[in-house]
């Protein structure tokens, strides 16, 4: 059985899951620790964490182009969202500020 599955869309996500390799991805690049991480994702146990680290370090430059294509077409669609709906975006960004300034 293989411990990582690539979807149709070109997306990976952990056999028998709904957790994406993604999530298991961009946690290890920041520092997460495979326990940290099961800690978050209790639906996995140690062995399908590590397993997924294994996979995306033996097949690195295909994972980083499939995340690197996410947050390409993310920033293009925040973008596009921000074009064609510019006083929804000035209401968040004021709802953020007020949020923020709240939080000192």
């Known amino acids: 059985m293989n411990d990582v599955e690539q979807l149709p869309g070109g997306g990976f996500r952990i056999a028998g899951t709904r957790v994406s390799l993604d ?53 293009r669609l925040r973008e596009e969202s921000r074009q064609t709906n510019p006083a929804l975006h000035e209401k968040l960004e004021t709802a953020k500020r007020e949020t923020l300034s709240r939080r000192r």
């Open 23 to 75: 999530s298991v991805a961009y946690a290890w690049r920041s520092g997460e620790s495979p326990e940290g991480f099961v800690e978050s994702f209790p639906s996995l146990s140690l062995v399908q964490v590590l397993r997924a680290i294994e996979y995306y370090q033996t097949h690195k430059k295909a994972v980083d182009e499939h995340l690197e294509a996410g947050e390409a077409e993310s920033t």
